[in-house]
Antibody
């Protein structure tokens, strides 16, 4: 059974860097074709893709956020980490990590709410 | 940037067929994925590669694609199908989501 869980701060101040960790089980990020992505959702709004990392270390980023976002993986710990710099109140929302196989997000974490406020 | 356009809201009576569309330039050349999201819950993949259903997804959910429009069809809509639905596609090496459609069953 595949599960993913996001963890990190619930509140960050403007200009700070956000670091979120996705801890997963039930699959390995060293298996061919597998990836883990990050998607966020402002309250009451649409899903927005942020980044995706694959088993072979290929990493993809949203063009609009590429300058602010970094995704890394630790295969031995079954974790994927997202960092987002220069946080702003408009970045407030729920952040999800999801398993990708490899082009669809077939299993999602429960999400973690992040508020950006001084 | 690539955009996927969805009608913000659709209403359907119980037992009727609901159609939710997703439009994008040259969408016929891309695979489309559909997600269902109920209030307070994480999205669930319900259609992949235009028309395939993951294990456990009811047969009343189906997908199709023609021209620049993909359609999610829910046959015999039930009250439990009331949710937000998002389409997704790939544009080169980037994932794109549609703006979402709120399905109301009344």
């Amino acid at each position: 059974q595949i599960t993913l869980k996001e963890s990190g701060p619930t509140l960050v101040k403007p200009t700070q860097t956000l670091t979120l960790t996705c801890t997963f089980s039930g699959f390995s990020l060293s298996t061919s074709g597998v990836g883990v992505g990050w998607i966020r959702q402002p309250p009451g709004k649409a899903l927005e893709w942020l980044a995706l990392i694959y088993w072979d270390d290929v990493d993809l980023y949203s063009p609009s956020l590429k300058s602010r976002v970094t995704i890394t993986k630790d295969t031995s710990k079954n974790q994927v980490v997202l960092t987002m710099t220069n946080m702003d109140p408009i970045d407030t929302g729920t952040y999800y990590c999801a398993h990708s196989n490899p082009r669809a997000f077939d299993i999602w974490g429960q999400g973690t709410m992040v508020a950006v406020s001084s | 940037s690539y955009d996927l356009t969805q009608t913000p809201s659709v209403s359907v009576s119980p037992g009727q067929t609901a159609s939710i569309t997703c439009s994008g330039d040259k969408l016929r050349e891309k695979y489309v994925y559909w997600y269902q999201q109920k209030p307070g819950q994480s999205p669930v993949l319900i259609i992949y590669q235009d028309n395939k259903r993951p294990s456990g997804i009811p047969e009343r959910f189906s997908g199709s694609s023609s021209g620049n429009t993909a359609t999610l069809t829910i046959s015999g809509t039930q009250a439990m199908d009331e949710a937000d639905y998002f389409c997704q596609a790939w544009d080169s090496s980037a994932v794109v989501f549609g703006g979402g459609t709120k399905l109301t069953v009344l």
